[in-house]
């Protein structure tokens, strides 16, 4: 089966630009991730989905960071009037039914650069 | 908040040969899982084995296997008769039991040389 897909898989931005990232998770998968990847280290939690609803969204840095996900699938993740250090590697990652230590299943992600 | 620690930013290993990277963690909580993921060049990442903190047996999966010491809070992989496909950058990570978040650390980068 497909596995999950990130939409752009690169996207260059001028810096104070809105950019919007989209993921589609595996079919059937409600529960979905969105990491950020910084060169050299490791995912860094942004935001968790449980179904439609943000089940927790403590890792956003600032209010410029939101996502949705209105119909329980695809994601998309909004960041608004970007900056040079919002350049990185944007992963979703999904997985079945609700956590307790399930594995995640990643996207390619999207690299994000901002000039 | 939980830490999750990988103090080898990169290792080398031959061919055929066994090779043990490190993880250490830092948490309160008594229900968690722990995770060591592989990210190819490619930069998809999978999961390669899984540990529930609560079952004392250290998982195997195939060639991987951890050692799994709770009370060091030590989480390390052995890969034994190491491939050149498993060249790629290994993640250790923490999940809080009832949480969806995972806290990853900074990853090794493994390279089987042949």
């Known amino acids: 089966g497909a596995g999950v897909s990130q939409t752009p898989s690169n996207k260059v931005t001028e810096k104070g630009k809105y950019v919007e990232l989209r993921c589609d998770p595996i079919s059937g998968h409600t529960a979905l991730y969105w990491y950020r990847q910084s060169l050299g280290q490791g995912p860094e939690f942004l935001i968790y989905f449980q179904g439609t609803g943000a089940a927790d969204d403590s890792g956003l840095p600032n209010d410029r960071f939101f996502a949705v996900r209105p119909e329980g699938s695809v994601s998309t993740l909004k960041i608004q009037r970007t900056e040079r250090g919002d350049s990185a590697v944007y992963l979703c990652a999904s997985s079945p039914g609700t956590p307790g230590g399930r594995e995640q299943f990643f996207g390619p992600g999207t690299r994000l650069t901002v000039l | 908040a939980q830490t999750v620690t990988q103090s080898q930013p990169e290792m080398s290993v031959q061919e055929a040969e066994t090779v043990t990277l490190s993880c250490t963690y830092d948490?309160?909580?008594?229900?968690?899982?722990l995770f060591w993921y592989k990210q190819p060049p490619s930069r998809q990442m999978i999961l390669v084995i899984r540990?529930?903190?609560?079952?004392?047996q250290n998982a195997t999966e195939n060639r991987f296997s951890v050692n799994f010491q709770k009370a060091a809070k030590s989480f390390s992989l052995k890969i034994s008769d190491s491939q050149l496909g498993d060249t790629a950058m290994y993640f250790c990570a923490f999940t809080k039991g009832d949480a969806g978040k995972s806290t990853f650390g900074d990853g090794t980068t493994l390279t089987v040389k042949p």
């Open positions: 948490t309160s909580e008594s229900n968690y899982y």
């Open positions: 540990q529930e903190a609560y079952k004392q």
